[in-house]
């Protein structure tokens, strides 16, 4: 599986986006699973809410199933809040410390992700580098 951040969910359907053509590219190529978690989500909705059909867009590849929701309950706060506050100095958002959590406890290695600056710090269980796409 492939664990996808809000920037490329955003830059696949907004063309005027400058990651657009390295997102579309790299999804092209992929073939694993794609999935994210709802603060991702959310993150993409707010990003994409001045871009016309945008947020349908972005909808549209979840409810068809070209990428999929992973879960996330109140087991995962802890986790989250400590990523938070361990990445404090990037500021590491939600959606990031979500992204890491999942990825953590799911044992994905591969982030499709435009924030190479904060990803390329970011450690999966403190040690783990992920590897970035595109």
Known sequence: MILVDAGPLVAIVDRSDQHH????????????????VWPALTEAFYLLSGVPRGQD??????????????????????????LMRKYGDRPMDLADAAVVCVAERERIRTI??????????????????V???P
Do not use: M
């Open 131 to 133: 590897k970035i796409i």
């Open 112 to 129: 499709f992700t435009v924030d190479k600056a904060d990803f390329s710090v970011y450690r999966l269980h403190g040690r783990t580098r």
């Open 57 to 82: 867009a972005v909808g549209e590849l979840v409810e068809r199933g070209a990428i999929r929701l992973l879960p996330l309950d109140e087991r995962d706060l802890p986790r989250i809040r400590e």
């Open 21 to 36: 053509q390295s997102c579309a590219e790299a999804l092209a190529g992929i073939r694993e699973p794609l999935v994210t």
